[in-house]
């Protein structure tokens, strides 16, 4: 796990703790010094801790002008225990959305578990981007079915091309038209 590092090729156009609009505004990072972990295993210390034990993140991309932002997890994301989607919701995503973004793209490629608790805080987060959206995208087979079954999928959209879509061969601007195309085909 430790080598699992956020995706790094768009770090010349955007860095998260240079943002001052980024929730990590700020934030060091070290390069040799590994203190956060997912159930013991080490992880690398470029991912961004938001509160939970399970699982961590890093925005990727934002851009305030369209108002989208790309964030890619690790770890398990456990709404039952731990509850991540309202440590996400609060403590990241509102701050996003106070600065214009209403569009968000979760990478959930390392993402290895999903456990659900009530469906409250992404009907909050659905609700808040009114006229955005919210799109899981590469998530594991296993995690969408629980997002499906606990109706998740009310609120996130996912599927088809979205589920396999090689997302790192692309700009951030790219990924983002790709992704506003499926979504305005849905929502026709």
């Known amino acids: ?7 790094y090729n768009w770090r010349e156009l955007y860095v998260s703790s240079e943002d001052e609009f980024s929730p990590f505004y700020g934030r060091e990072y070290s390069e040799f010094e590994y203190t956060n972990t997912i159930y013991n295993y080490f992880i690398h210390p470029q ?18 002008n369209d108002g989208y932002a790309i964030i890619e997890f690790i770890g398990e994301w456990n709404d039952c225990i731990n509850n991540d989607i309202m440590r996400l919701k609060r403590d990241v995503a509102d701050e996003m959305i106070l600065k214009g973004i209403d569009k968000f793209i979760l ?11 009530d469906d409250c805080y992404y009907q909050e987060w659905f609700d808040d981007v009114e006229d955005g959206w919210l799109v899981a ?7 969408l ?3 499906s079954r ?20 692309l700009n951030p601007q790219q990924l983002y038209n790709i992704v506003d195309g499926v979504m305005c085909k849905r929502l026709a």
Request: aromatic share 20%.
């Open 145 to 147: 079915k629980e997002f």
């Open 1 to 7: 796990m430790q080598d699992i590092e956020p995706f």
């Open 137 to 143: 995208l590469n998530f594991r087979e296993h995690v």
């Open 150 to 169: 606990n109706n998740i999928d009310y609120y996130l959209t996912f599927g088809g091309m979205l589920n396999n879509l090689n997302w790192r061969t």
């Open 107 to 117: 990478i959930g490629e390392n993402v290895l578990n999903f456990h659900a608790s």
């Open 47 to 64: 991912w961004d801790d938001f509160g939970s034990t399970t699982l961590y993140m890093k925005t990727l991309y934002a851009d305030y």
